[in-house]
Structure formats: structure tokens, C-alpha cells
């Protein structure tokens, strides 16, 4: 599914069922070991899929371990980044000669229901867009949407900065006509081969009851 969003160079894999906890290493079975049972399952899951993407760039079985901001430390010489949520888990690598950085990230469908929820994750800009794409596609839900993207958006910012950037500092802009998005930065941003980063360009896609947004920044 995810292939659709992240071509060649990037390397994915996904899953929409768990894998039991022995497909974990013990360093990473320890992280989650007060965990209730579906987070250890989700944990196990994603880090297999990050682990068979790795291998089709020739890299070895190894402990996926989070680092600061709770970010993947992935092998030297790799991007990448893993999404998990209801039903889906999935892993997107590529190598650093290729690629800058990735952002992924998977929601279920659904409407998020609480509107202090929806106020404390989006701009008023971002609100103002709903009405219009509801009444374009009312079985897309765009607030969901806007939500993964924003998190695609943390996701490919923090391996560059590796510094927190919240909700109200990124304005997402959705395009239905081509399933694209754009973030504008509403703090500095990071500084890449000499040139400020000002804004994140992505693309999503909604299919077997998920939207899917992703981010890549190629080198």
C-alpha cells in the first residue's frame, strides 16, 4: 500500500496483523515489557517491517531502538521512519545518499470526534478548509487527515533539528485534485545543504479504512 506514496529509492514494508513477541530482539522486548499485550504486539510488528525494508539494503538483523524524541536510531547511513496504528504497521528506509529525510505516518478513517481535540491539533486555517473537503469527498476524514499529516510533518523535521515542533507551528494545506499536501513552517526551520527549509511538501492516500500521508526530501 505505502509503496504508492514511497517509489524507488525507498525501500517499505507493512503489515496488517502482528507478529508475536519473539520477532523482537531482548533489547527491545525490555522497552515495552510493562507495555500492555497490543503495544508490545505493535512495537514487535513495526520494527520486523522496519527490519525487512533494511534488508533489501543489505542490512543485517539488528535492534531498532528509540533515541532522543523517542525518534528511531536507525543504522549509520539510513533514513527512515515507522507508522503504527489500528490495524496497520508499516516502515519506510531509504539510504542517506538518496534521501534526507522521511516522514509517515497512518490514521484509521475516522472522524476524530472531541472538537477540543480537533482545536488543540489544527490552526483555525486548517478548520476552514473542512467544510469544503467534506462536501468534495465525505467518506475522506479530512480532520484525521490533517492530523497524519501533521505528524508525517514532526517525523521528517526531527531528525534534522532534533527539536519538538508542535501542532500550531506547521499550517497544513490539503489538495484534493492530486492527493498532495503542503506544510508551511511557522517557526524557523532547519537549515539543509545551505538553504533554509521553509516548507514540507507530502502526498496521501486513503484505502483499506486508513488515510496514509508521507513526506521525503531527497538529497
Known amino acids: 500500500m505505502i509503496d504508492k506514496l514511497l517509489p524507488s529509492p525507498i525501500v517499505t514494508a507493512e503489515a496488517f496483523e502482528d507478529d508475536p513477541l519473539s520477532a523482537m530482539f531482548p533489547e527491545e522486548r525490555a522497552l515495552v515489557a510493562n507495555a500492555v499485550p497490543n503495544r508490545q504486539r505493535e512495537f514487535g510488528t513495526v520494527r520486523r517491517c522496519a527490519r525487512t525494508a533494511?534488508?533489501?539494503?543489505?542490512?543485517?538483523?539488528?535492534p531498532i531502538l528509540p533515541g532522543p524524541g523517542r525518534a528511531p536510531r536507525w543504522p549509520d547511513g539510513i533514513v527512515g521512519a515507522m507508522t503504527h496504528c489500528t490495524g496497520f504497521r508499516a516502515a519506510a528506509v531509504a539510504r542517506a545518499t538518496d534521501v534526507i529525510t522521511i516522514g509517515l505516518d497512518a490514521e484509521p478513517n475516522?472522524?476524530?470526534?472531541d472538537p477540543g481535540v480537533i482545536n488543540l491539533i489544527t490552526l483555525p486555517e486548517e478548520r476552514a478548509q473542512l467544510p469544503h473537503l467534506a462536501a468534495l469527498e465525505p467518506d475522506i476524514s479530512w480532520d484525521r487527515l490533517?492530523?497524519?499529516a501533521k505528524e508525517s510533518v514532526y517525523k521528517a523535521w526531527y531528525p534534522l533539528t532534533a527539536r519538538w515542533l508542535g501542532f500550531e507551528e506547521a499550517r497544513i494545506t490539503l489538495d484534493p485534485t492530486d492527493a498532495t499536501f503542503t506544510a508551511r513552517l511557522l517557526v524557523p526551520g532547519p537549515?539543509?545543504?545551505?538553504?533554509?527549509?521553509?516548507?514540507?511538501?507530502?502526498?496521501?492516500m486513503v484505502g483499506a479504512g486508513l488515510v496514509v500521508t508521507a513526506i521525503v526530501m531527497t538529497a
Open 110 to 113: 475516522r472522524p476524530i470526534d
Open 54 to 62: 533494511l534488508s533489501e539494503l543489505g542490512i543485517d538483523p539488528a
Open 146 to 148: 490533517i492530523f497524519s
Open 191 to 204: 537549515v539543509v545543504d545551505g538553504s533554509v527549509i521553509e516548507e514540507f511538501s507530502g502526498r496521501w
